[in-house]
C-alpha cells in the first residue's frame, strides 16, 4: 500500500503533453492516471479529503477525451480486464458507447463487487448510461 500511496502522490510528467503523445503513450498514461487514482484512497488523511483523488480523476478525464478526439476509444478496451478495479471501471465508462455490451458487463462486475466506493461509482454510471446521459463530459 505504500508504494501505491506513493505513486498516487506523484503527478504525471507534464511532458509531452496529451496532444504530443502518441496513442499507445495515451493509453499508458490513462492506466498510470487510473492506477493513481485508485491508490488515492490509500493517501487521504479523512475520507472527506477528496483533492488528490480529484486531480487525479480529472487526469484520467483529460485523456478520455484525447482519446475521443482522436476517435481512439478503442486503445482503452484492453483494460476493460485490468486487475485494478478503478482502472477496470474507468475503462469502461470510457469505452460503454464503443463497447455497450462489454463495458455495460465490466460495470455490472463492478457494481457487485466489495469494493463500496467503486460499487457506487458503478452503479452512477449504468444508471446515467441507461437513462441516455453523459457518464464522462466531453466523451459520452
Given at each position: 500500500m505504500l508504494a501505491l500511496a506513493d505513486r498516487?502522490?506523484?503527478p504525471a510528467a507534464?511532458?509531452?503533453?496529451?496532444?504530443e503523445m502518441s496513442v499507445h503513450e495515451l493509453a499508458q498514461r490513462f492506466e498510470d492516471a487510473a492506477t493513481r487514482e485508485f491508490a488515492a484512497r490509500f493517501v487521504a488523511v479523512e475520507p472527506t479529503d477528496m483533492t488528490l483523488h480529484n486531480r487525479i480523476a480529472g487526469e484520467v478525464a483529460d485523456i478520455c477525451r484525447e482519446s475521443k478526439r482522436r476517435d481512439?476509444?478503442?486503445t482503452l478496451l484492453p483494460f476493460l480486464d485490468s486487475s485494478i478495479i478503478t482502472t477496470r471501471a474507468q475503462a469502461a465508462r470510457t469505452t460503454i458507447t464503443i463497447a455497450p455490451e462489454r463495458a455495460s458487463e465490466v460495470l455490472e462486475g463492478v457494481r457487485a463487487s466489495k469494493d463500496y466506493y467503486e460499487q457506487l461509482r458503478a452503479a452512477e454510471s449504468l444508471e446515467r448510461w441507461r437513462a441516455g446521459k453523459t457518464i464522462i463530459f466531453g466523451v459520452g
Open positions: 498516487a502522490r506523484t507534464k511532458r509531452p503533453t496529451l496532444q481512439k476509444l478503442s
